[in-house]
């Protein structure tokens, strides 16, 4: 099995910045990409920022320029920096990993971690 253990988040002010890190343990051979979605009170789940084992990354228009996905793969670990942060950022964020497993990938999930951002 694999775990993921999210850490950061918090309440922050308008403009401010923060920094969220998940790391996995377990049975791991492989990573084919890791990624941060969110989820706002009433809202789908969204798609945050990605990298994949290539090292290319994919952000949600609406964070292109102020949120920088980056890992550390002796670690099996992605951290999220978020800068510049809006109201509108508010959400409880989710790291997924997907695990190469039997020649298959397959997706796990962090527990979540509120980030609140007050004006």
């Known amino acids: 099995q694999v775990q993921l253990v999210e850490s950061g988040g918090g309440l922050v002010q308008a403009g401010g910045s923060q920094r969220l890190s998940c790391a996995a343990s377990g049975s791991i051979i492989g990573i084919n990409a890791m990624g941060w979605y969110r989820q706002a009170p009433g809202k789908q789940r969204e798609l945050v920022a990605v990298?994949?084992?290539?090292?290319?990354?994919n952000y949600g228009n609406s964070v292109k320029g102020r949120f920088t996905i980056y890992r550390d793969s002796a670690e099996n670990t992605v951290y999220l920096q978020m800068d510049s942060l809006k109201p509108e950022d508010t959400a409880v964020y989710y790291c997924?990993?997907?695990?190469?497993?039997w020649g298959l990938g397959y997706d796990y999930w962090g527990q979540g971690t509120q980030v609140t951002v007050s004006s």
């Open positions: 990298i994949t084992s290539g090292g290319s990354t």
């Open positions: 997924n990993f997907n695990v190469l497993r």
